[in-house]
C-alpha cells in the first residue's frame, strides 16, 4: 500500500530536538527521531537515521540523488511540523529582518515594486543558508506592500501527498474566494484540498487547475497578488501541476510568484515562467559580522572573538550550521586556543560518515589539511601518497585552491580529524613540521608533535609567537606561546616571561578572562620590580575602573627600575583620568607629560600611547595638538591596536568638539576602514561611536542610528562595549525630539554600575535628559541636568566648551526660568573660552546664547539679527541642528513680541529643518509654535502635515503600524509618533475613528 496516499491530514508531528527548541520555533531542522501520530492509524514510531533527520546536507553531500528518487521514499515519511496560524504570528512577532542581507532584501524590493522586471524571483542557495528566513521576509515585505500573499511551504513529507499545497494555498486565500467559485469548480477544489467528501460523479480532469486559476483571478481583481512557494521542488506534483495551468494562463493579473529551492536545477514552475521575467536571487555566505550578529542573537551570550571567527570559517557563512556549531561550542566549553570546534553530533555523523568511507591515504590526505591550514600542493605532497592525493581531489574531498589544497568543506577537515587518533596527529605533525615552509607553521608543528619540556623548542616557538604577533595574528601567537609556556620547564626567569607573553597575546585576542586566570594565578610569587608590575599592568587591562586604577599604582610603585613599563602606567593613569573619568584634567596632562618622559625611544608602543594619552588630556582642555601629531608621525610603527595607539583618534575628536563636523567625518571614517582591515572590534566600536556622535551633533539622525547599527556589528564582538550604546540611544532619542524615551534611557545610564559605563557617558546621559526637559518646556529639571554637566566640566577642568556641548541649552533653560544673571555667568567662561581657543562652535554659541538672553526681556532687532548669524555660522559648519533650534529660538522670540511675518518664517524654517534632520519631536514643537503665530488653535481639525496625512491614511486603511513603517520607509517609533499627534489633532482615540474620520474601512 502507498502509505502516503492514504496519509490523512491533519498529520499531528511531535519531534525531538537535538538542541534546545529556539524560542521563535525555527530549530525544526535538526531531529534525531520524528514521532508521526497519525490519527485513525494509531500511533506509529518511525526513527530516522539522523542522516535522514537532516535532510539538508544529504542532497548536499549526495546531489546525485534526485529529489523524487526511490531512495527518498522512507525519508519522504519524515515530515515538519505544519505552521499553523499562531505559529506564524509568533515567529513573525520574533522575526527580524534577516541579519547580512541587505543587497538580496533590495532584489525582493525591485521585485515588489509596483513596475517589476519580472513575474518570478527564486531564491537559490544551498541547505541552511537562509532561503526559507528570506523568503519570509520577502512574504512579510509583500504583505506590508499589500499584496494577498498566499503561501506554501513544501516539505519533503508532503511532496507525495497529493494537493497538499493546493490546500495551503486556498487556506490563505480566504473562505470567501471558494464561495465565489462556480459549483463545479468549487467541489472540485474542496475534493481536492480534502475539505470535502468526494460525491457524485468525479470531476472533470482539469475541473481543479480550472478552479485554482479562477481562485487566484478572483484574489487578483482585489489587488496585487504573491504566490510563495518556499521549496518549490517538494511542492507536490499535482498542486504543482495546476498551479503551472493557472500561471500559463493569468495573464492580465497582477500575480507574481516567489519560490525558493535548493542550487541547481530549476523546477516546474519557474521554467514556465522563464518567458515573462524570472530574476534569481543566489544566497551565498553570510559576511563576518552578520553571523556573529546571529551569534550572539541565537545563543543569548557572546563568544570570544576568536571563537566566532572559528565558527564563520567552518561554517562557511553558512547561518544553520554556525548556529549549531554554536550550540556546541555552549554545551561543551570554549575550545582551547588553537583547537577545532567541536563538531554537533548531527552535523558531525553526517560528514563523519563520509571520512570513514575514506581509504586510509586519502583520509590521512585530509588529516593533513586538516592540521595545516594553507597547505599547497607540493607540502601535501612531501607528506602522503601523491597518487592518495589525486583519488581525493577525484572523488571531491580535497580541492586544488590555486596551488593550495584545502577540503571541500570545513566540517570534513573537521571529521577527519575528529576521528583520528592523538598518535596519528602527532605522526602527521612531525611530518609536516619538516615540510612547510613558513617557519610560524613550522614552528607550530613541532610544537603540536612534542609532549615533554624541551628548552630548545620552546624558545624556537616564543620566537615564532613574536613574529606571529608582530604581523598581527594575535590568535596565532596566543596558541604558540601557550605551546612554548607548555615546554617550557616551570620556576625559571623564562617561564614567567612567556607567561606575561602569553597573557598579553590573550589579551590581545580579547581572552581577559583567561589572561586574568593564568596571571592571578602567579602573581602571588611574583618578586617585587619589573617583571611583577608588567602582571599587574595586565591584569588592569579590562578590569573595573576602580580595580584598574589599584592594578596602575602597585605597576607605577613597582616599575621605578623599568622605564618603558612605568611610561605605560602613567599613560594609562592619564587615560582613565581623562577619558573614563573626565576629571582632573590638568594632572591628567601632567601624568601623561611623565609618561613622555620616561617612554624610551627604544619602545614606540609605549611612546605612542603616552602621547595618546596626552592628546586626549590636551584636547579636553582645549589645547591644540598639532606637535603631538607630528610627533607621533615620526615614531616608528608599533603593535598596539589603533585603539590607544593612534593620535588621530583624539584629533577628530577635537575637531568634533570644535564643530568641524566634515574634517571630523574624514578622520573617523579613515580610521574606521583601518580598524575593519585589521578587524579589531575594539577600534571599530569606540570609531563608531565617533562617527555616531558626530551625526547627533550634525543632528543627522538616520546617519547616526545607521551608525549605531554599525556599531552594533562590531560591538557583538566587543561585549564591553555596550555602555556607550545607552548614553548614544539617549542623545539620539533627545535630539529626535521624543522626551520620554530619552529620559527613560538616560535613566538607565545614569543608574548602570561603573563597569559598564563611564563618568563620560554619565555626563551625555545628563546632557540627554536636560535637552529633552527643555523640549518638554521644563526649564527648571533642564537646569538641574544641564548645570551639572556644565559645573563638572568647570570643576574639573574640561575647558573646551564643545566637549560636553551644554552651554547654549543651559543659557536657554536658565533664560526660560528667569534668571538671566546665572545665563550670563555661563556666557561669560563660555565666551572666555571660546575666544582664546578661536572654537568655531562656542563662538556661534556666544552669539547664540547672548541673543537669547536678551531677547527673553523685550524685542530687539539687533539680538534677532545676531541669532540670524548664529544660525549661520552653525550651518556653514554643518551644524544643522543648532542652526534649526536658534531659528525655533527666535521664532519663538518673533512670535511672543508680536513680529508675526518674520515668526511665521521663522518657525516654518525651524519645522523644514528640523524634519530634513528627522528631527520629529522638534518639527513638531516649531509647527505648534507657527500655528499659534496666527492666533489659530494648535490643533486645527485637518492640519495634518503631509507626512501624518500619509500615516494616517494608510493606518486608517487597515495597516499596522510596522506596516505602514515598510510602506512610507520610515521607522515605527516615527509612524507612532505621527500618529498620535493625528489623534491629538483630531481629538480622536481609535483607529475605527480614524477610519470614519478619513473614509477608509472601519
Ligand atoms: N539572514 C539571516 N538572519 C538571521 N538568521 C538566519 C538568516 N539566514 C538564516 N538564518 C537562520 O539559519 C537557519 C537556517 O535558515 P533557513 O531555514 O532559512 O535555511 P534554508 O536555506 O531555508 O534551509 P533548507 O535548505 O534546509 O530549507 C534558521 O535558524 C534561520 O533562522
Ligand atoms: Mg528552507
Known amino acids: 500500500m502507498d502509505y502516503q496516499a492514504t496519509l490523512p491530514r491533519p498529520v499531528h508531528a511531535a519531534f525531538t530536538p537535538f538542541a534546545r527548541p529556539d524560542p521563535a520555533g525555527k530549530e525544526h531542522l535538526m531531529y534525531r527521531s520524528a514521532v508521526v501520530s497519525l490519527p485513525g492509524v494509531g500511533l506509529r514510531c518511525l526513527e530516522h537515521p539522523p542522516e535522514r533527520a537532516l535532510r539538508g546536507p544529504i542532497s548536499l553531500m549526495d546531489e546525485q540523488l534526485s529529489d523524487d528518487g526511490a531512495g527518498q521514499r522512507l525519508g519522504a515519511i519524515w515530515t515538519r511540523p505544519r505552521w499553523r496560524q499562531s505559529d506564524r504570528d509568533r515567529v513573525r512577532s520574533h522575526q527580524l529582518v534577516p541579519v547580512g542581507r541587505a543587497p538580496e532584501l533590495a ?186 550578529r546571529l551569534l550572539a542573537e541565537r545563543l543569548g551570550r557572546s563568544l570570544p572573538r576568536r571563537v566566532v571567527r572559528q ?61 595545516s591550514a594553507g597547505l599547497t600542493e607540493a607540502e601535501l605532497a612531501a607528506v602522503v601518497d601523491r597518487l592518495a592525493i589525486e583519488d581525493a581531489e577525484a572523488s571531491g574531498v580535497l580541492v586544488a585552491d590555486g596551488t593550495r589544497v584545502r577540503a571541500a568543506h570545513p566540517l570534513l577537515a573537521a ?53 606571529a604577533a608582530a604581523g598581527g595574528a594575535v590568535q596565532d601567537a596566543a596558541e604558540l606561546a601557550g605551546h612554548a609556556l607548555r615546554l617550557t620547564a616551570a620556576g625559571g626567569s623564562e617561564y614567567d616571561e612567556r607567561l606575561l607573553a602569553l597573557a598579553r597575546y590573550l589579551i590581545d585576542a580579547g581572552e581577559h578572562a583567561r589572561a586574568t586566570r593564568l596571571l592571578a594565578e602567579r602573581i602571588g610569587a611574583l618578586p617585587a620590580g619589573p617583571v611583577r608590575a608588567a602582571a599587574h599592568l595586565l591584569l588592569g587591562e579590562g578590569a573595573d575602573i576602580s580595580i584598574e586604577e589599584e592594578h596602575l599604582a602597585r605597576a607605577i610603585a613597582d616599575s621605578a627600575a623599568a622605564p618603558g613599563l612605568r611610561a605605560q602606567a602613567l599613560a594609562k593613569r592619564a587615560m582613565l583620568l581623562a577619558v573614563n573619568r573626565a576629571r582632573r584634567i590638568a594632572e591628567a596632562q601632567e601624568t601623561a607629560g611623565e609618561a613622555l618622559a620616561a617612554a624610551a625611544p627604544t619602545d614606540p608602543d ?80 569606540a570609531i563608531t561611536t565617533q562617527l555616531c556622535e558626530v551625526e547627533l551633533r550634525a543632528g543627522h539622525t538616520l546617519a547616526a542610528a545607521r551608525a549605531l547599527e554599525e556599531f552594533d556589528q562590531w560591538a557583538a564582538l566587543e561585549p564591553e562595549a555596550a555602555g556607550f550604546r545607552a548614553r548614544l540611544l539617549a542623545v539620539l532619542a533627545a535630539v529626535r525630539g521624543d522626551p520620554g524615551r530619552a529620559t527613560a534611557l538616560a535613566a538607565e545610564v545614569l543608574q548602570a554600575s561603573e563597569s559598564t559605563t563611564s563618568e563620560w557617558d554619565r555626563l551625555e546621559a545628563r546632557r540627554a535628559a536636560g535637552l529633552a526637559a527643555l523640549l518638554a518646556r521644563q526649564p527648571e529639571q533642564a537646569i538641574t541636568s544641564l548645570a551639572e554637566v556644565w559645573e563638572h566640566t568647570r570643576r574639573e577642568g574640561v575647558e573646551d566648551p564643545g566637549a560636553f556641548p551644554v552651554a547654549a541649552d543651559l543659557v536657554e533653560a536658565l533664560a526660560e526660568a528667569g534668571r ?86 521663522s518657525l516654518e524654517q525651524a519645522r523644514a529643518a528640523f524634519e530634513a534632520l528627522g528631527c520629529p519631536g522638534w518639527a513638531q514643537a516649531a509647527a505648534a509654535e507657527r500655528d499659534r503665530v496666527s492666533g489659530r488653535r494648535a490643533a486645527p481639525a485637518g492640519g495634518l502635515t503631509p507626512g501624518e496625512q500619509r500615516a494616517a491614511e494608510l493606518a486608517a486603511g487597515g495597516l499596522s503600524n510596522k506596516e505602514v513603517a515598510a510602506q512610507l520607509y520610515l521607522s515605527v517609533a516615527t509612524v507612532e509618533a505621527h500618529l498620535s499627534r493625528v489623534y491629538a489633532k483630531l481629538g480622536l482615540r481609535s483607529r475605527a475613528q480614524l477610519a470614519r474620520h478619513l473614509g477608509g474601512p472601519a
Not at 603631538?628 to 595607539?645: C, F, H, I, K, M
Not at 545676531?866 to 556653514?876: G, W
Request: charged letters at 25%; aromatic letters at 4%.
Open 820 to 905: 538671566p544673571g546665572a545665563a550670563g555667568e555661563v556666557i561669560g567662561r563660555l565666551g572666555v573660552l571660546a575666544a582664546a581657543q578661536q572654537h568655531p562652535w562656542g563662538l556661534a554659541t556666544v552669539d547664540r546664547a547672548t541673543a537669547v538672553v536678551s531677547l527673553t526681556d523685550g524685542y530687539d532687532e539687533a539680538a534677532a539679527a545676531r541669532l540670524a548669524r548664529a544660525a549661520a555660522a552653525y550651518q556653514a559648519l554643518g551644524l544643522d541642528y543648532d542652526a534649526a533650534r536658534t531659528l525655533l529660538f527666535l521664532g519663538r522670540a518673533q512670535r511672543r513680541f508680536k513680529k508675526r511675518a518674520a515668526a511665521r518664517q
Open 311 to 371: 565558527l564563520v570559517e567552518t561554517s562557511h557563512g553558512n547561518p544553520l550550521f554556525a548556529v549549531e556549531l554554536g550550540r556546541a561550542v555552549i554545551e561543551r566549553g570554549l575550545p582551547e586556543i588553537g583547537a577545532g570546534l567541536p563538531v554537533p553530533a548531527v552535523l558531525g555523523e553526517l560528514f563523519g560518515a563520509r571520512v570513514r568511507a575514506l581509504r586510509p591515504e586519502v583520509r590521512r590526505a585530509l588529516l593533513a589539511v586538516a592540521l
Open 107 to 292: 532584489e525582493v524590493e525591485r521585485f515588489l515594486a509596483p513596475a517589476p522586471a519580472g513575474r518570478a524571483l527564486v531564491l537559490c542557495g544551498e541547505p541552511g543558508i537562509g532561503k526559507s528566513t528570506m523568503w519570509e521576509a520577502a512574504v512579510e515585505l509583500a504583505r506590508a506592500r499589500g499584496f494577498a500573499a498566499l503561501c506554501v511551504r513544501a516539505s519533503e513529507a508532503e511532496a507525495h501527498l497529493s494537493f497538499a499545497g493546493l490546500a495551503d494555498l486556498l487556506e490563505a486565500a480566504g473562505p470567501g474566494v471558494l464561495a465565489g467559485l462556480p459549483a463545479p469548480q468549487r467541489h472540485a477544489l474542496e475534493v481536492a484540498a480534502r475539505r470535502a467528501e468526494p460525491a457524485g460523479p468525479p470531476p472533470e480532469p482539469f475541473a481543479v487547475s480550472a478552479g485554482l486559476l479562477e481562485a487566484l483571478r478572483l484574489v487578483a481583481g482585489r489587488g496585487p497578488v504573491l504566490v510563495a512557494v518556499d521549496d518549490e521542488p517538494w511542492l507536490d506534483g499535482a498542486s504543482a501541476a495546476a498551479l503551472v495551468f493557472a500561471a500559463r494562463r493569468l495573464t492580465g493579473h497582477d500575480v507574481r510568484y516567489l519560490v525558493s529551492r535548493r542550487a541547481g536545477r530549476a523546477a516546474g514552475l519557474e521554467r514556465v515562467l522563464e518567458p515573462s521575467g524570472v530574476a534569481r536571487v543566489e544566497l551565498g555566505p553570510l559576511s563576518f559580522g552578520a553571523v556573529s
Open 606 to 685: 609605549a611612546e605612542r600611547r603616552a602621547l595618546v594619552a596626552l592628546a586626549w588630556a590636551r584636547i579636553l582642555r582645549g589645547r591644540g595638538i598639532d606637535d603631538l601629531a607630528a610627533r607621533a608621525a615620526a615614531v616608528a610603527p608599533g603593535t598596539a591596536s589603533p585603539y590607544n595607539s593612534s593620535v588621530d583618534r583624539p584629533a577628530g575628536v577635537r575637531l568634533a568638539f570644535r564643530g568641524e563636523l566634515a574634517r571630523a567625518r574624514e578622520v573617523f571614517r579613515g580610521l574606521l576602514t583601518a580598524a575593519e582591515q585589521r578587524g579589531e572590534a575594539r577600534s571599530g566600536t
Open 415 to 467: 571529521a577527519a580529524a575528529g576521528q583520528s587518533t592523538a598518535a596519528e596527529r602527532r605522526e602527521l605533525h612531525l611530518a609536516l613540521g619538516a615540510a612547510v615552509d613558513d617557519s610560524v607553521l613550522r614552528a607550530r608543528h613541532r610544537a603540536m608533535a612534542a609532549s615533554a619540556p624541551d628548552a630548545r623548542l620552546a624558545s624556537q616557538v616564543s620566537v615564532a609567537a613574536a613574529r
